[in-house]
T-cell receptor, first 112, second 114 residues
Framework: SQQGEEDPQALSIQEGENATMNCSYK?????LQWYRQNSGRGLVHLIL?????REKHSGRLRVTLDTSKKSSSLLITASRAADTASYFC????????????FGTGTRLKVLA | DADVTQTPRNRITKTGKRIMLECSQT?????MYWYRQDPGLGLRLIYY???????NKGEISDGYSVSRQAQAKFSLSLESAIPNQTALYFC?????????????FGPGTRLTVL
């Protein structure tokens, strides 16, 4: 079963707008990562947030983590057409052995 | 050159055939993983290996086997392919000691079983 579920499944916005996608998970985690996947290609790591962190920034990306709600959000500010991709969260459960469980992904389309 | 390579990139085969997908990495990472991706289901872990002598089953290992021939090579085999193994397969590597287990993915192998 999937540990993480992203919401929404698909998102379409205009260039320049902000995009927010959410990830919910089921068990306690050590950390959570966000990955990006361009159509049919391998995933690329974006950002990692540890369970004792609440917010992290990287360029136009802002990630929050609420362990009490078992949820995370990824915000992409001032989106560009090149941000069009699928975005996945991946959680490392505390009960696991350094392996990650991926969510189902959010497909983002940024219209120029 | 890419750090994580997969061969072949595309493969069409018939039900019952044995298939091997290969993964090589130049990152020097100890940990290697095989995932499959199906539309709407995200990535699911098939097998993972934390060093040459360590092989572990993932979430969906039935119908698959792996071989860790060297630190840099991790192969996935489908002993007798079936149509529901049609999917996109990814190899990934990680090195916990330096990057909190960030995973680096290969470009994927698109496998079709007829």
């Amino acid at each position: 079963s999937q540990q993480g579920e992203e919401d929404p499944q698909a998102l379409s916005i205009q260039e320049g707008e902000n995009a927010t996608m959410n990830c919910s998970y089921k068990t306690s985690i050590n950390n959570l990562q966000w990955y990006r996947q361009n159509s049919g290609r391998g995933l690329v790591h974006l950002i990692l947030i540890r369970s004792n962190e609440r917010e992290k920034h990287s360029g136009r990306l802002r990630v929050t983590l609420d362990t009490s709600k078992k949820s995370s959000s990824l915000l992409i500010t001032a989106s560009r057409a090149a941000d069009t991709a699928s975005y996945f969260c991946a959680t490392e459960p505390t009960s696991g052995t350094y392996k990650y469980i991926f969510g189902t992904g959010t497909r983002l389309k940024v219209l120029a | 050159d890419a750090d994580v390579t997969q061969t072949p990139r595309n493969r069409i085969t018939k039900t019952g055939k044995r298939i091997m997908l290969e993964c090589s990495q130049t990152k020097g990472h100890d940990r290697m993983y095989w995932y499959r991706q199906d539309p709407g289901l995200g990535l699911r872990l098939i097998y993972y290996s934390f060093d040459v002598k360590d092989i572990n089953k993932g979430e969906i290992s039935d119908g698959y086997s792996v071989s860790r021939q060297a630190q840099a090579k991790f192969s996935l085999s489908l002993e007798s392919a079936i149509p529901n193994q049609t999917a996109l397969y990814f190899c990934a590597t990680s090195d916990f000691g330096t990057s909190g287990n960030e995973q680096f993915f290969g470009p994927g192998t698109r496998l079709t079983v007829l």
